[in-house]
């Protein structure tokens, strides 16, 4: 482990970055779970306190590491707040106005693209299934949201696969309301429907 | 564009790795369709003829050039052979014990890996689609099957993505039998579903 002391002043414009720099590596290197908000400020030369000054708590400094164009979140209040019901149909249109947005594109690709690095395997386990994915199942209500949600990111995962990196028709040029007929009722069946008796989720 | 020929004689015993190098070289850079075998045999060095003697059609060169650690056509026959009613559910099991067996899955992890090189663009798109995908949907008499195949390819990489690449719990522990159970439903609606009226496969 290497702790960049650079003696910075508390509050410098460059504190901030420092932090996020620390938190990207640490998080690759060790996971969500992993790393803690201390080891993150000794490498970035910082007093804890200031780490959650600048970002609240080790989630949310997560979600500012893996530096996503927009706040997902918020994008998706609306979907989660009228449940689980219907949820696929409303979380399908958002998420494709997202992918398809030429501005976003490139830093989503980006993204989807370094899912095949191995230091992948830490932030999407931990962290990416743990503060994103996973409030949403909680936030929908679903039963059994750890067992759920994975199965919803399987086949959102390959539709961004098909569709964005590798442009396969005729999903590649599918038109949005079409791409919601086919596949929600996938996720709906993940979300809401019935699932063979199995593991119990960890 | 290179053209590697170095005089290899007929039939020596590194003609026909010479000609694969040549392939995947040529393949990956310009697709399935951009490629000819002339070209290919000018670039091994050797007589477009004995290009089809190793290797037959420009589709069977293609298949060798993928490198895949078993014959994926041989293995999907008995899949293929009882066409598309319930075919999810005896294709599923198929390839899980393919992808389980710790003899194959190096390579085939090299191989998804690989999924986000800018060059797989082609080799998909353009090939594997072409060559291996889309036959297993003809064969299995499906109707729109250029409609239909790439997505249960989205769903097939997204299970691949989420189980073996990133190991997300609970799906990459799951017993194989409970995996079926959960896709297959998925899989078949792809196949012989309904789907929504849209575009008419390209």
Redesign the interface.
């Known amino acids: 482990m290497t702790s960049v002391s650079r003696g910075r002043r508390p509050g410098s414009p460059d504190t901030r970055s420092a932090i996020l720099d620390a938190a990207r590596t640490m998080f690759a290197r060790s996971g969500l779970s992993g790393t803690s908000v201390r080891a993150i400020a000794a490498a970035a030369g910082v007093d804890p306190a200031l780490v959650h000054h600048y970002f609240g708590s080790k989630d949310e400094l997560f979600v500012a590491a893996l530096q996503l164009p927009f706040d997902f979140r918020e994008v998706l209040a609306p979907v989660v707040a009228h449940g689980a019901d219907g949820a696929a149909e409303r979380l399908l249109p958002v998420f494709l106005s997202i992918w398809d947005d030429p501005q976003l594109q490139p830093a989503l690709l980006a993204l ?5 690095d191995p230091s ?2 830490e932030l ?2 931990d962290g990416f ?1 743990t503060v994103v994915i996973g409030p949403i199942g909680a936030a929908l209500g679903l039963e059994e949201p ?2 759920r949600m ?2 919803v ?7 961004i ?2 569709r964005y ?7 590649a ?3 949005a309301d ?1 791409l919601v ?2 596949f929600a ?2 996720l709906q ?1 993940y979300l809401t429907g019935p ?2 008796p ?2 119990p ?2």
């Open positions: 989807a693209r370094s899912l095949t992948s395997k999407m386990r299934l750890e067992r994975p199965l990111a399987s086949q959102m995962m390959g539709l696969f098909m990196l590798l442009e396969v028709e005729p999903i040029s599918m038109p079409e007929a086919t009722p996938t069946r699932l063979p199995g593991t989720a960890a």
